[in-house]
């Protein structure tokens, strides 16, 4: 039984392989077929030409085409991009700000310049 088995599987895959190697021969020979390459290309001279013709024509109702669509959303990610490189920047500015005014030398330091400015102040006060 188990021979049996392995023969169907032997016999399944050389039926697949030799399918497999006929119908890729069938394909290469209608691609070198002349008429067959020329009705290709025309084909796609074709859909290029209608692709053109659907774009001017929805440039003339002002209405944007899937190319305009298209640089439009990449143009948009990129300054989406943008924008979440400056939000992380600012989210780093804010932390530094937040260290630095937190910061006890800050407030001493600016105690210092209001007592010096007071001293001055008080020098420019008194008559000479």
Sequence with gaps: MVSHMNDDKGLRERVTKQGEETIGKLAQDLL???VVSGA???AFETRERAMRAQEAAMGALNLP????????????R?????????EDG?????????TIG????????????????ERIEASLAKPS
């Design 32 to 34: 070198d077929h002349p």
């Design 40 to 42: 290709l290309s025309a």
């Design 65 to 76: 085409s899937a190319s305009d669509l298209e640089r439009l959303t990449r143009r948009l």
């Design 78 to 86: 990129g300054v989406s991009q943008r924008l979440e490189g400056i």
């Design 90 to 98: 600012l989210d780093r500015v804010e932390q530094r700000i937040e």
């Design 102 to 117: 937190n910061s006890k030398t800050v407030e001493e330091r600016l105690a210092a310049i209001e007592a010096a400015i």
